[in-house]
C-alpha cells in the first residue's frame, strides 16, 4: 500500500471515515443475509392440478372402486375442502381462472381451446396482458415451474401463448387439451412434448415422466435454497384412456379412440385404476422427498380437479348430478385437500363453499406478495380456512358454460341457493331462449327439486345478478382472436 494511504488511514478523520465505510458494509451484508433468510423462510408451493376427475375420484372422498392411499395420506396430515368448485366446467376455462385468479370470462377465454383450426374457439389462448401468479411469484424472488398440461393456447397461433411467457421459468410438457399417454401426439394431430421452447422427443408414459419431472425440480431447487412455486398439471385421468402397458391409440393421421360403452365394467374400472394409480404413486414419491429434503414444514401444497368426470369413468357421486361441461354440481364440485405440516392442523376438513379462483390469492397472501393494483381478484385469500378452519363472509359465485357446439349455460351460488340457466336449442354462442332452474343445496344436493315456481321473486333477482355479473366481466374482457359470435 503507497504511504500516503498509510498516512491517510492513520490520521484521526480518515479512521473516522474508515469506521463509517466498515459500518456501511457491515451492515448492507447484515441486511442482504436478512433478505436471504427471508426468501429462504417463504414457503415452497405446490398446485396439483388432476383433468377430468370427479367428486368420488379418490378414496378419501369416497371412491368404491379403489384405494389412492398416496393421495389419501396427503388429505389424512391437512384438510378436506368438501363444498370446493372448480371456476369452469371444462379444461381451458378453468386453468384460465386459476392461473389469473380471476373469472375466465375477463380473459376471454369461456370454452376449450379447441385443437381443430376451423373451430371458432381455436385461435384464442391466454394474452400477456393478463397477470398470473407465477409472475407475481416470479417477480418476488420465487423460482416458478410448470409441469404437464398447458391449454392456454396453441403457440403456432401466436408466440404470446407460451408458458414463459407467463411468469413460468421451466416448463415441461404439452400445450393441446390432451396427448396420446404412450406417443405424446397432441389432440391437434402433432406431436407435443415440449422442454421449455425445444420440442422434445421423449420415450415414456405421460403421468410418469411427469412425476419425474416433478421431483426432479423439487429437489434441484430446494438444493439451491430458493423458494419455489410449481404448478403440476396432471393428463389423467383424462382420454386418451390408455394405462401404462397400453399401445398407441393416436397418430398423427388417425385416433383410435377407446369407447366406453363397448366394454365390459370389469375392464371400465380396470382402465380407471391404470389410469388414476400413477398420479397416486407420484404423490407418494413427492410426499417422501419432501419429508427427505426437511421442507415439508415450509411446504404448501394445494390438490384438486379442473371440472367434473367425463364419461369415460364413474369418478363423480352418484349424489350430484350433472358431470363435465354442465353447471350443475357434477359438473364443478370437485375433489380437494391442501396440506401444510405444522401450518394446517392434521384431519381437518371444512365445508366451506370454495372455488378455484380462491388459489392465487391465497398463494400471494402466504408468500407474503400483494395482488397487483387496478385488477382485483376475483377469489379471495384461503388462509383463514386452511390455517384456523374459520369461516369466510358470504359471497355469489358465479359459472358460465361454453360448450364444443356453441351451447351455452350458467349458474349463481349464494349460500345453500343455486340458480341454473340453460338455452335449449338456442343458436351456437347465443343467451336464446333462456331457462331458469332454482335448488335449494341444503335440502336437495343432488339439484333435483326445481323450486323456481315456488320462489319466483328470489329466481328472479338472482337471474338479474347473474346476468349482472356477466356483463360487468365483458365490459373490460380481453380481445380475442375468434370466437363464436365473430
Given at each position: 500500500m503507497p504511504a500516503t494511504v498509510i498516512r491517510l488511514v492513520r490520521g484521526p478523520r480518515c479512521v473516522k471515515i474508515f469506521g463509517c465505510l466498515f459500518l456501511v458494509v457491515l451492515l448492507s451484508k447484515l441486511n442482504l443475509c436478512a433478505d436471504d433468510r427471508v426468501t429462504a423462510q417463504r414457503p415452497n408451493l405446490i398446485v396439483v392440478m388432476v383433468d377430468d376427475m370427479g367428486y368420488e375420484g379418490i378414496s378419501c372422498f369416497g371412491n368404491p372402486y379403489f384405494e389412492t392411499p398416496e393421495i389419501d395420506r396427503f388429505a389424512a396430515e391437512g384438510i378436506r375442502l368438501t363444498d370446493f368448485h372448480s371456476s369452469g366446467t371444462v379444461c381451458s376455462p378453468t386453468r384460465a381462472g386459476l392461473l389469473t385468479g380471476r373469472y375466465q370470462q375477463r380473459a376471454g377465454i369461456e370454452a376449450v381451446i379447441h385443437p381443430h383450426s376451423d373451430h371458432p374457439e381455436h385461435r384464442k389462448g391466454l394474452q400477456i396482458s393478463e397477470v398470473t401468479f407465477a409472475e407475481k411469484l416470479k417477480a418476488a424472488g420465487y423460482v416458478t415451474g410448470l409441469i404437464g398440461k398447458w391449454h392456454q393456447g396453441y403457440p403456432q397461433n401466436s408466440e404470446e401463448y407460451h408458458p414463459d411467457n407467463h411468469g413460468f421459468d421451466h416448463f415441461i410438457g404439452y400445450h393441446s387439451g390432451n396427448i396420446d399417454f404412450v406417443s405424446h401426439i397432441g389432440d391437434h394431430n402433432r406431436h407435443d412434448w415440449w422442454v421449455g421452447r425445444e420440442e422434445t422427443k421423449m420415450e415414456g408414459y405421460s403421468t410418469h415422466l411427469i412425476n419425474d419431472a416433478t421431483v426432479d425440480f423439487v429437489r434441484q431447487h430446494a438444493a439451491q435454497r430458493q423458494p419455489f412455486c410449481l404448478y403440476v398439471a396432471h393428463e389423467a385421468i383424462h382420454n386418451p384412456v390408455q394405462v401404462p402397458g397400453d399401445p398407441v391409440r393416436r397418430t398423427e393421421s388417425e385416433w383410435n379412440r377407446w369407447d366406453w360403452r363397448k366394454v365390459s365394467p370389469e375392464e371400465r374400472i380396470a382402465k380407471y385404476k391404470g389410469m388414476t394409480l400413477p398420479i397416486d404413486d407420484g404423490m407418494g414419491r413427492l410426499r417422501r422427498l419432501l419429508n427427505e429434503l426437511?421442507?415439508?414444514?415450509?411446504?404448501?401444497?394445494?390438490?384438486?380437479?379442473?371440472?367434473?368426470?367425463?364419461?369415460?369413468?364413474?369418478?363423480?357421486?352418484?349424489?350430484?348430478?350433472?358431470?363435465?361441461g354442465t353447471v350443475y354440481e357434477g359438473g364443478h364440485k370437485v375433489p380437494a385437500f391442501a396440506w401444510w405440516p405444522g401450518r394446517i392442523q392434521a384431519g381437518t376438513h371444512s365445508d366451506e363453499c370454495l372455488i378455484s379462483l380462491d388459489v392465487m390469492p391465497t398463494l400471494l397472501a402466504v408468500a407474503g406478495v400483494t395482488p397487483e393494483g387496478g385488477r382485483p381478484l376475483d377469489g379471495v385469500d384461503l388462509s383463514p380456512v386452511l390455517f384456523a378452519q374459520?369461516?369466510?363472509?358470504?359471497?355469489?359465485?358465479?359459472?358460465?358454460?361454453?360448450?364444443?357446439?356453441?351451447?351455452?349455460?350458467?349458474?349463481?351460488?349464494?349460500?345453500p341457493w343455486k340458480l341454473v340457466v340453460q338455452h335449449p336449442k338456442a343458436d351456437p354462442g347465443t343467451f336464446e331462449n333462456e331457462h331458469a332452474e332454482l335448488y335449494h343445496l341444503g335440502n336437495d344436493p343432488a339439484e333435483e327439486i326445481d323450486v323456481a315456481k315456488r320462489e319466483p321473486e328470489r329466481t328472479k333477482r338472482m337471474l338479474e345478478e347473474l346476468k349482472t355479473w356477466y356483463a360487468e366481466t365483458q365490459q373490460s374482457a380481453t380481445e380475442q382472436p375468434g370466437g363464436w359470435n365473430r
Open positions: 426437511d421442507i415439508a414444514e415450509n411446504t404448501l401444497l394445494l390438490f384438486f380437479s379442473d371440472n367434473g368426470p367425463a364419461g369415460d369413468f364413474p369418478s363423480g357421486s352418484p349424489n350430484l348430478r350433472g358431470g363435465k374459520q369461516t369466510l363472509p358470504s359471497r355469489k359465485l358465479f359459472w358460465a358454460s361454453l360448450s364444443n357446439r356453441g351451447q351455452r349455460s350458467e349458474a349463481m351460488r349464494h349460500g
